[in-house]
């Protein structure tokens, strides 16, 4: 090796020593600047929950006749004391869930809470279903327990389910257990044989259809029950398990740029207006859903698919530029959206519906609102803060993490209530509050203290394992 030769070798050495080392010193950097930044968003989180948490202790409870007051206005006084039961489901739900694995909720109040929903829900919410020998569970009750409204659907019985799943964890009653079992099995054969139990009747001009809502709830249930069970237990779901996964991979249409809600029983797009809709909130919940079960079963190809299709295309296409936030629905052809009114995706899925809220400046001291496709509500955006968060927790692609972020700046910005403690759950386009009511029909103690339960947990792990 000649002079110059050994010199130029020396130089291309030295180049590429001081290339890494620069590469491992920006990375250190990053690593510690990001650090900081999921530190920050632990703490708001954190603060957040514990002021959830409060309210709905404070003021959604019954002392007289059990179960838990959802429809609360700004303040948390009571406007309306009908009880919803998939409501009522996931209040116990999240007590217990809050109650059983972090050890600042481990309080007796909390405890007696969630055994005192389980209480009424039990007494109260089973009524005689349209099979022989089958249950169904009331939509809605009087605050003494009187069923007013049964629906054509499984989203009541998914939410007892949770509730008496959960419920058995923390007070050991395998009765609880036995009966949410019970329900799993007959949600099975309504979903997947047989579902004239549900009481809906087969119109001739009724095609059926996949509403993505269902196999999400049984994969949701999936996960519940099998948590901490041993291999006899996940055997016994895992075909059903593998079903609900395959039920809603068949939602990516067309040709990979898109999650429509429904689509046929064989998956092919629909026609129409319910087949073109698209709820950016919903997708992003199923990708978490199915990000979990890919961390499951270790297999990338479902995290990717995950990620990219549940998760990106549902921001891209659902995130609005102008002013912030995620819209609730939209038409995947770009029509004037089209709000669905149907007892088979009421779900989750975009409806029509009058809200009676409060109102203290009217005279009659409420006003009704419709719900429209532009609105932001508060529960796309938690979904997507979940999944945004793990999937980056999953991956440590820097970009989930600017996507988590700035959901987290829109979210946090726009939709707590700093003076008195809670969510808004509605706002305008533009990001102004449109409903101040703090609980509905629809809103209760679920979305925000599970997303903030979930995201707090998945910042744990990650600053426990930063290194």
């Known amino acids: 090796m000649t002079v110059r030769e050994h010199t130029l070798s020396h130089t291309q050495t030295h180049t590429h020593t001081l290339y890494c080392m620069l590469h491992s010193s920006t990375s250190l950097l990053e690593g510690a600047m990001s ?31 059990g179960g838990f007051f959802t429809c609360l206005g700004r303040d948390g006084e009571v406007y309306d ?16 869930r809050l109650y059983r694995t972090m050890d600042r909720f481990h309080r007796p109040e909390i405890l007696e809470a969630a055994k005192a929903g389980g ?11 349209a099979g022989s020998g089958q249950w169904k569970c009331a939509f809605s009750l009087t605050r003494d327990g009187k069923a007013v409204k049964i629906q054509r659907t499984i989203f009541s019985e998914c939410f007892y389910i949770l509730a ?26 309504w979903v997947r044989e047989d579902p004239a139990g549900l009481g809906r009747p087969q119109l001739p001009g009724d095609v059926p259809t996949n509403s993505m809502a269902v196999p999400m709830m049984l994969l949701c249930l999936v996960q519940q029950l099998t948590e901490g069970g041993g291999a006899e237990v996940v055997q016994k779901y895992t075909e059903l398990a593998s079903w609900c996964v395959q039920q809603i991979l068949q939602h990516i249409q067309r040709g990979g ?88 995706c009421q779900y989750y899925v975009a409806y029509s519906v009058n809200l009676k809220i409060p109102a203290p ?23 997507a803060l979940i999944a945004f968060l793990m999937a980056y927790s999953h991956t440590r692609e820097p970009a989930l993490l600017h996507r988590f972020s700035e959901v987290f700046e829109y979210t946090f910005k726009h939709f707590p209530d700093a003076q008195k403690g809670e969510w808004f ?16 029909p629809f809103k209760g103690f679920f979305h925000v203290p599970r997303c903030l339960y979930m995201c707090e947990r998945i910042l744990d792990d990650m600053l426990a394992n930063k290194d």
């Open 35 to 65: 650090a900081v930044k999921l530190e920050e968003f632990r703490e708001r989180i954190r603060k957040e929950l514990d002021t959830t948490v409060d309210f709905w202790l404070q003021h959604s409870h019954d002392p007289l006749h």
């Open 81 to 96: 004391e009908l009880k919803y039961v998939w409501l009522q489901g996931r209040q116990v739900w999240m007590y217990c």
């Open 119 to 129: 209480a009424f829900l039990r007494k109260f919410t089973r009524v005689p279903g």
């Open 164 to 189: 008496m799943d959960e419920l058995s964890r923390v007070t050991g009653d395998k009765d609880m257990q036995l009966e949410a079992e019970q329900m799993m099995e007959q949600l099975i054969s």
């Open 257 to 344: 740029t898109a999650i429509l809600e429904n689509v046929s029983v064989d998956g092919a797009e629909l026609p129409g207006c319910q087949g073109r809709l698209q709820n950016p909130g919903h997708a992003l919940e199923a990708g978490w859903f199915l990000l979990q079960v890919s961390a499951q079963q270790k297999d990338e190809a479902l995290q990717r698919t995950a990620i990219d299709k549940f998760m990106e295309l549902p921001y891209q296409n659902g995130w609005d530029k102008e002013h912030g936030g995620l819209f609730y629905f939209l038409d995947v052809d770009g029509h004037c959206p089209t709000q669905v009114s149907d007892d088979a």
């Open 361 to 383: 400046h009217r005279k009659d001291k409420y006003r009704t609102m419709e719900l429209e496709w532009n609105m932001k509500l508060w529960w796309p955006h938690c979904e």
């Open 425 to 440: 759950g509605y706002l305008t386009q533009e990001g102004k509050v449109a409903l101040d009511f703090k609980g509905g």
